[in-house]
């Protein structure tokens, strides 16, 4: 049986009940780990060979676990990044689709008024201000 199972522990719970709780293996049982990373592990003497290897073993399986949560979290940020452009993209294309939309409508307006029989074009600037003139000598003789 491994040492970290042969460490269990009882601990009283308020109604009487036991329950078991697992007790970690000791600190000072791991493998010396010199303060610059770059430096490789040595053995601590009060470890049997077999332990320090064990530990080594161990050590190396957590940089590794470690490097790949590193690649897992620089993945997750660049696809953040690439979700943040593609929605930028998005809101982009909306607005581009909106003014073509405004575009074809506006193009439809024009197209059945040009297509219209009883249409003669825009009014020019004096037919319209003779237009208003007309309306306003006609509102003189109704109120006359």
Do not use: C
Request: hydrophobic share 30%.
């Amino acid at each position: 049986m491994d040492a970290y199972q042969d460490r269990q522990i009882e601990s009283p719970a308020s109604n009487h009940h036991q329950s078991s709780v697992f007790k970690p293996p000791r600190r000072s049982t791991f493998l010396a780990r010199p303060l610059d990373q770059s430096e490789p592990v040595y053995e601590n003497p009060n470890n049997t060979p077999e332990r320090n290897l064990e530990l080594l073993s161990q050590y190396e399986n957590l940089q590794a676990l470690n490097r790949t949560l590193g690649a897992i979290s620089d993945n997750l940020e660049t696809t953040k990044l690439e979700l943040n452009r593609f929605n930028y993209t998005i809101n982009r294309t909306n607005g581009l689709l909106d003014l073509w939309l405004q575009i074809l409508e506006n193009t439809e307006k024009t197209k059945s008024l040009i297509e219209n029989p009883e249409w003669h074009g825009a009014p020019s600037k004096e037919k319209i201000e003779k237009q208003a003139g007309n309306d306003h000598i006609k509102k003189r003789r109704l109120n006359g």
